[in-house]
């Protein structure tokens, strides 16, 4: 059974990058798609970016296109979510996620990871 387990947050000054890290266990990410979601506190949960790594498609959100870069590395069977320009509304908790399918949508993603915590100061 496919695990995912998140890294790579922390607190960074707006402006600033990090990078998150989805390791997968169990499985591959080339027999899913897989997605980043985030969460900021009293709202709902939100897509950020998907990627199949099998034929490369992607999806971006609105809000983080040209900022955010989603890649993989299938040797370490590992998602990155590289985060450049990071804004203060950027703050959350983000959520890797594997589902069937390139989504913006949460509730198409049936494995999920534990989050990792993104603050952003100003």
């Known amino acids: 059974e496919l695990q995912l387990v998140e890294s790579g947050g922390g607190l960074v000054q707006a402006g600033g990058s990090l990078r998150l890290s989805c390791a997968a266990s169990?499985?591959?990410?080339?027999?899913?798609?897989v997605g980043w979601f985030r969460q900021a506190p009293g709202k709902e949960r939100e897509g950020v970016s998907c990627?199949?790594?099998?034929?490369?498609?992607?999806y971006y959100a609105e809000s983080v296109k040209g900022r955010f870069t989603i890649s993989s590395d299938n040797a370490k069977n590992t998602v990155y979510l590289q985060m450049n320009s990071l804004k203060p509304e950027d703050t959350a908790v983000y959520y890797c996620?594997?589902?069937?399918?390139?989504?913006?949508?949460?509730?198409?993603?049936?494995?999920w990871g534990q989050g990792t915590q993104v603050t952003v100061s100003s």
């Open positions: 990627l199949n790594v099998n034929d490369g498609s992607t």
């Open positions: 996620a594997a589902g069937p399918l390139v989504s913006p949508f949460p509730g198409d993603f049936g494995i």
């Open positions: 169990g499985s591959t990410f080339a027999d899913y798609p």
